[in-house]
């Protein structure tokens, strides 16, 4: 099956830039949804950014500061992030799925490979 495996995170300060990485481990990785989610202590996980049939998709919270962007060759995902701000210290996670669909998915219930996460932390 498909296994995700994300890094790159860590503590920086506010307006600094970080960049995400996801590894992706199985076949056919052009055929994947690939999709960021994040979620911070009494929060409810929240959609970061997308790559899909339809192509690219942000959360409001996070349009004109992140970009979602792969690697066919490599079967890796990024996120690169700019302009950080300290509400967007969360837990990082990679998601894919087998794309099924031109609709742009930014539910993490449609999702069903998910990594562990890597930790973001923004200071002041």
């Known amino acids: 099956q498909v296994q995700l495996a994300e890094s790159g995170g860590g503590l920086v300060q506010a307006g600094d830039s970080l960049r995400l990485s996801c590894r992706f481990s199985?076949?056919?990785?052009?055929?994947?949804?690939l999709a960021w989610f994040r979620q911070a202590p009494e929060n409810e996980r929240e959609f970061v950014a997308s790559?899909?049939?339809?192509?690219?998709d942000y959360g409001d919270s996070v349009k004109g500061r992140f970009t979602i962007s792969k690697d066919n060759a490599e079967k890796t995902v990024y996120l690169q992030m700019n302009s950080l701000k300290v509400e967007d210290t969360a837990l990082y996670y990679c998601?894919?799925?087998?794309?099924?669909?031109?609709?742009?998915?930014?539910?993490?219930?449609?999702?069903?490979?998910w990594g562990r996460g890597t930790q973001v932390t923004v200071v002041s």
């Open positions: 998601a894919a799925t087998y794309l099924r669909t031109i609709a742009k998915m930014t539910n993490g219930d449609d999702y069903e490979y």
């Open positions: 199985g076949r056919t990785f052009s055929n994947y949804a």
């Open positions: 790559l899909t049939w339809s192509g690219a």
